[in-house]
Antibody, heavy 118, light 107 residues
Framework: QVQLVQSGAEVKKPGSSVKVSCTASGGTFNNYAIAWVRQAPGQGLEWMGGIIPFFETTNYAQKFQGRLTITTDESTSTAYMELSSLRSEDTAMYFC???????????WGQGTVVTVSS | DIQMTQSPSSLSASVGDRVTISCRASQRISSYLNWYQQKPGTAPKLLIYAASSLQSGVPSRFSGSGSETDFTLTISSLQPEDFATYYCQQSYSTPPTFGQGTRLEIK
């Protein structure tokens, strides 16, 4: 059974950066895309970007271009999401997720709460 | 980006009811439409992929239909555990986009 386990909650100051990890187990890490999806309090789901570990190719939503970096460490089957220049509007739950080749998400991490506050 | 619009935004229903949620895409997306269920404080769960394929382990009371721009999620007989928020998502083009959600509440 595939499991995605994320790092713990973060509290950050405006203007700083946050890096969230997502460690996969129980499946083949390299063959699927890992996506990051966020959800602001009381709001809907927003796809931020993704990476295919085998090719190390990334795709970012236009909204996050220049602020978002997604990387992987194949040796530990871990993906990372780093968001810089944080502002209060970035306060949200951040999920990592495995994207099937057809684009649907079949496994999700438990989520990491990121709070941006001065 | 492709816009996904769900209706209704919220819905009150009773256990045993048949419920339908609609999702409309701003352009044609073939059958690249997926449905998720989310309960408070938890990650979404995949219910339906490719418009009408039931994810393994999901009860058969859930079904999906539609193609191109108009899609439907149907719950044939609501159970207490079905009260949640439902999202559609297009995976036809990058970035994948979600509908705004439909909150299903107990009447």
């Amino acid at each position: 059974q595939v499991q995605l386990v994320q790092s713990g909650a973060e509290v950050k100051k405006p203007g700083s950066s946050v890096k969230v990890s997502c460690t996969a187990s129980g499946g083949t890490f390299n063959n699927y895309a890992i996506a990051w999806v966020r959800q602001a309090p009381g709001q809907g789901l927003e796809w931020m970007g993704g990476i295919i570990p085998f090719f190390e190719t990334t795709n970012y939503a236009q909204k996050f271009q220049g602020r978002l970096t997604i990387t992987t460490d194949e040796s530990t089957s871990t993906a990372y999401m780093e968001l810089s220049s944080l502002r209060s509007e970035d306060t949200a739950m951040y999920f990592c997720a495995r994207e099937n080749q057809s684009g649907f998400i079949d496994y999700w991490g438990q989520g990491t709460v990121v709070t941006v506050s001065s | 980006d492709i816009q996904m619009t769900q209706s209704p935004s919220s819905l009150s229903a009773s256990v045993g009811d048949r419920v339908t949620i609609s999702c409309r895409a701003s352009q044609r997306i073939s059958s690249y439409l997926n449905w998720y269920q989310q309960k408070p404080g938890t990650a979404p769960k995949l219910l339906i992929y490719a418009a009408s394929s039931l994810q393994s382990g999901v009860p058969s009371r859930f079904s999906g239909s539609g193609s191109e721009t108009d899609f439907t999620l149907t719950i044939s007989s609501l159970q207490p555990e079905d009260f949640a928020t439902y999202y559609c998502q297009q995976s036809y083009s990058t970035p994948p986009t979600f509908g705004q959600g439909t909150r299903l509440e107990i009447k």
